[in-house]
DNA sequence: CAAATATAAAAGTATTACTATCAATATTAT
DNA sequence: ATAATATTGATAGTAATACTTTTATATTTG
């Protein structure tokens, strides 16, 4: 579980969140209230409220909300690769390594582990909700030198690998993969809130319109 | 021209802006503002400084800055379906049809119309930066419900149902519309600040990526 | 036990996102 | 031309945000 955070940049906070009980506690309820009441109505005010404890304490360990943002979308990219890593490994053929990879990055995350304070099914839900809005921002060029995108980008760089290992013809193979990451996020938006504009719903999910995507898309090479 | 303001909704605006010179101010600078400081920092008071009038009389035209950037999406994408529906009418190959919405579509707006107060190259720009946060927000179900998205929603089907022209048995036509819409601002997000994530640059457009991508998903019916 | 460290409480600043009031100008109607 | 009306501008005010600073109080550690 320590890995998890392998990949959380440094400059992301003042202090470890993870170093101590308070730290933790921003963390869980921060999740939590982001989700309820959106970021924009999200304050560190708010937040010391419901720990019962103070802002400026929260201040020490997050300059703002945004590198909070910023962290809580480090943790949960760098978890869904710790899982997408774990359930591709040693699968040796290249179509079935890129669909299961597929599978964990655009199912649902519905079983809540819960055994840390974070609440994976919630921050999916942030994820999806305000994930864009940490990259669309003037400050972006500057933030991603920082390093602040790392995992992300590794992530998508992976797929693009998978996919590029199935069809290495295909020649939008980087492309493609940043497509589907965020067509994910967006298809589980739409399903949500403009189910008019997406065939997902109850019985299809994200998963099949983006696996069927990627079968019409790439061209198999046989077995060498 | 007068035209393009259709389907813009009334509730967007408290007096429309089309009405006077003040209104045509207003929707001018906040183009050239939102993109040169990005939405955030944008103010209705700088933006009264800038055209040298109130912050007061800007309220007057708008309750605050995301109905504003409702409005100019409003504006921007009722602009690209009279382009849309313009370009495609009495083309009858269905094939060319779609091919030349999705050029429509995704081609950077490069020529500079100029011919009314809004610069349409830079209201691209700020709906590529800008759009998500128009409707990654709480109270998103609320404005749809008013009918804020109208116009969005209308292309979007527009394209979907060119797809099923093209492919009547393509199950996920309207995700895969969607994924266009959302995909080609993303993907020219990705040209400009994670070059990494994207195979389009100076010699490859998102036109090209997303046109390869429909001719490889989409089985061509034969002329009955 | 003393020293260091972490947290809490309180107060203060600049800015934002408005609202309200009133005066100054245009515009229009008679 | 004048009165009535609508529009805009100027000023001030409020509550909240996004912090920073200072001081006091716990808590931990050596």
Chains 1, 2 share one sequence.
């Not at 400026?56 to 997408?84: P, T």
């Not at 774990?86 to 990055?105: C, M, Q, S, V």
């Not at 991603?144 to 797929?159: C, D």
Request: aromatic share 12%; hydrophobic share 35%.
């Amino acid at each position: 579980m320590q890995s998890l955070r392998m990949g959380i940049n440094e400059k992301l906070y003042l202090k470890d969140p993870e170093s101590s009980d308070l730290g933790k506690k921003i963390i869980e309820q921060s999740i939590l209230m982001i989700n309820e009441m959106g970021f924009e109505s999200f304050t560190f005010k708010k937040l010391g409220t419901a720990i019962s404890s103070n802002e400026s304490s929260i201040y020490r360990y997050f300059e703002n909300k945004h590198k909070l943002l910023l962290y809580l979308a480090s943790w949960y990219w760098g978890w869904l690769e710790y899982r997408m890593v774990f359930a591709t490994y040693g699968i040796p053929d290249d179509e079935r390594k890129l669909r299961k990879a597929i599978e964990i990055l655009t199912q649902n995350v519905e079983e809540d582990n819960a055994f840390t304070h974070i609440n994976e099914v919630i921050l999916n839900k942030i994820v999806i909700n305000e994930y864009s809005k940490s990259y669309l921002t003037k400050e972006v060029d500057k933030e991603n030198k920082e390093g602040y995108f790392l995992v992300y980008k590794r992530m998508v760089n992976r797929l693009a690998e998978m996919i590029m290992a199935v069809d290495g013809d295909y020649p939008y193979p980087i492309s493609l993969a940043s497509t589907i990451f965020e067509g994910s996020l967006h298809q589980y938006f739409l399903q949500e809130h403009f189910p008019a504009l997406t065939n997902c719903n109850e019985s299809v999910t994200p998963l099949e319109y983006f696996t069927d995507l990627i079968n019409r898309t790439l061209n198999v090479k046989p077995n060498d």
